[in-house]
């Protein structure tokens, strides 16, 4: 399965519910700092229901050492502005889908980074700004798993 990041997430409750798409996708999660709250906020804590101890969540403190940590990986960026979609994207295990801040999205910095390997989009009507955090990443992992058959799941 391609990892789910989250850059700079501050809303809990997105965070909560990626913890539970985690569990249940067997997709890693890895949550770039800073925080915009603290890992034992109890809106996450209730958003993840009992799903934390089966999901796989890691704490980078910057996007460079989540990308240290994984050198080969194809570094997926998702953005409004893309023009790529996301069911153009062959995806491979090991690929990192990271999604920006609610609701600023990826900062150009981050989008101009040298490992970036691609900018992507999940398709919206027009005049829309965006999807909520985990909403598009549930999209992205689930289109994902759906090419390799579900593997493992039932």
């Not at 965070?15 to 603290?38: H, K, M, Y």
Request: charge should be negative; avoid cysteine.
């Amino acid at each position: 399965m391609p990892r789910i990041a989250f850059y700079e997430p501050r809303i809990p409750q997105n965070t909560g519910n990626a913890i539970r798409l985690s569990a249940v996708t067997g997709a890693a999660l890895d949550l770039i700092e800073p925080l915009g709250f603290d890992l034992s906020e109890p809106k996450l804590k209730r958003a993840g229901l009992d799903y934390h101890d089966l999901a796989s969540v890691t704490v980078y403190p910057d996007l460079d050492a989540l990308l240290d940590a994984f050198p080969r990986a194809r570094v997926l960026a998702f953005t409004t502005r893309a023009s790529t979609r996301y069911t153009d994207i062959h995806y491979e295990p090991g690929d990192i889908l990271l999604f920006g801040p609610e609701p600023t999205g990826l900062p150009p910095e981050v989008l101009a980074h040298e490992r970036i390997t691609a900018e992507v989009r999940i398709p919206m009507l027009a005049g829309r700004r965006s999807l909520n955090l985990t909403s598009s990443a549930s999209i992205a992992i689930y289109e994902a798993w759906r090419q390799s058959d579900f593997a493992s799941g039932a």
